[in-house]
């Protein structure tokens, strides 16, 4: 069964500041990973995914990812923190069934970004 | 192009009282459709999904339940709400021939029970 990690549930940055946000996951196949954003009261809104094409994705509003097969990881970056950028982020893998595929998801982070 | 759209936006209801979430997707045929349940520092939680009309499959056991009438409109219901039923329920849907699971959600619905 796949299985993703966010490691903490809060992370604030200053507005200008690198944005990290970690993601590891579990899959019995080669996954596929996603990103997705939500802001208050909205649903989610995909930033990025991989699948299986170039290791880094690079998605919406800056923000890029790196698949790392040997580190089992799928971190969100964005260089520098937009007041914007503050919202809940989620990190979710693909269990790849075919047509039937059903994406597992982590807890979430809330991004924070001070002025 | 796709959209997805859901009702209503927020609801209050009383414990023992029934439920019913719509939600539609206009633009695709033949979408696979999902209704997960989000509750705060829980992530998103699979409650049901259906590859076609009256094809529902449940994920965990509990007090709701689904129906697709309709190849674009997915419904989840109560007979009677329980308090742990609150959260925020969110409908999302997938193209069949996509087969990287990525989905497409509507804008939720928060029910509050009391």
């Known amino acids: 069964a796949q299985s993703v990690t966010q490691l903490g549930s809060h992370v604030s940055v200053s507005e200008g500041a690198l944005v990290l946000l970690r993601c590891n996951y579990s899959?019995?196949?080669?996954?596929?990973l996603f990103w997705y954003v939500q802001y208050p009261n909205q649903g989610l809104q995909l930033l990025l995914k991989?699948?299986?094409?170039?290791?880094l994705v690079k998605g919406i509003n800056g923000f890029e990812a790196e698949f790392k097969k040997s580190e089992t990881s799928f971190h969100l970056t964005k260089p520098s923190a937009h007041m914007s950028d503050a919202a809940e982020y989620f990190c979710?893998?693909?269990?790849?069934?075919?047509?039937?595929?059903?994406?597992?998801f982590g807890k979430g982070i809330t991004l924070s970004v001070r002025p | 192009s796709q959209t997805i759209h859901q009702w209503p936006a927020t609801l209050v209801q009383p414990v023992g009282s029934p439920l019913s979430l719509e939600c539609t997707v206009e633009?695709?045929?033949?979408?696979?459709l999902y209704w997960y349940r989000q509750a705060a520092g829980r992530g998103l939680q699979l409650l049901f999904y259906?590859?076609?009309?009256?094809?529902i499959s449940s994920e965990v056991p509990q007090n709701l339940s689904a129906s697709r009438p309709q190849d674009r409109q997915f419904i989840l219901s109560s007979k009677k709400l329980l308090l742990s039923d609150s959260g925020f329920y969110l409908c999302?849907?997938?193209?069949?021939?996509?087969?990287?699971?990525?989905?497409?959600f509507g804008e939720g619905s928060r029910l509050t029970v009391l």
């Open positions: 999302a849907w997938s193209v069949e021939e996509d087969n990287t699971g990525e989905l497409f």
């Open positions: 899959s019995s196949v080669p996954p596929y």
């Open positions: 991989y699948t299986s094409a170039a290791t």
């Open positions: 979710a893998v693909s269990d790849f069934t075919g047509a039937n595929s059903k994406l597992t």
């Open positions: 633009g695709t045929s033949n979408p696979n």
């Open positions: 259906s590859v076609g009309i009256g094809q």
